[in-house]
């Protein structure tokens, strides 16, 4: 985190991190932080055991190191909105951190006791303005029959620069 933190991002640029599994890190060239799905745990693994589900790629960085402006989760499954991962995180940082997501995701995450500045809930089709950064839910469809509320997002830094993302989506033209 200390090396994402220190990186200077161009003013025509963002700086973009994989984390492993469908979790990035984004960094604004004003130095905002924005947690797409944060994944760093094993927390699949270790509820379905022998199905495969082990994580493949060691954490980058220690969950409880994460600091973050805005955390964005695609939906409720265990791989982007993580229990472990979202718990490692400092009280004291989570409640500087705006939490944003489809109304399942934001749901669950109050549910599970986590307490963030701001909780904004993003539809399909929808934009907020978070601390400078448009976000936009964007048409995703589930991979599974659990619920349907898998969305994408498309996301507009400062500098006009736009990053989509399709969270868990099924072949769709």
């Not at 200390?2 to 025509?12: A, G, K, T």
């Not at 589900?53 to 964005?72: C, G, Q």
């Not at 349907?148 to 997002?153: I, R, S, V, W």
């Not at 996301?155 to 969270?167: A, L, P, S, V």
Request: aromatic share 10%.
């Amino acid at each position: 985190m200390d090396s994402i933190l220190r990186y200077s991002v161009p003013d025509d640029g963002v700086g973009i991190w994989w984390l492993g599994q469908a979790s990035y890190c984004f960094k604004s060239p004003k130095g905002k932080i924005v947690l797409l799905d944060p994944y760093l745990s094993d927390s699949c693994g270790k509820s379905h055991p022998g199905h495969g589900f082990n994580r493949l790629v060691p954490p980058p960085i220690e969950p409880k190191a994460l600091i973050a402006d805005i955390i964005l989760c695609s939906h409720d499954h265990l791989d982007h909105l993580d229990p472990e991962t979202l718990a490692s995180i400092p009280q004291k940082v989570l409640k500087k951190v705006t939490f944003a997501g489809p109304r399942n995701a934001c749901n669950h995450a109050k549910k599970l006791g986590f307490f963030f500045k701001k909780s904004v809930e993003i539809f399909l089709g929808e934009t907020a303005l978070i601390d400078g950064i448009k976000i936009t839910g964007t048409f995703a469809l589930p991979t599974d029959d659990s619920d349907l509320y898998h969305q994408g997002f498309v996301i507009e830094f400062e500098n006009g620069i736009k990053i989509y993302n399709t969270g868990d989506t099924g072949y769709c033209e």
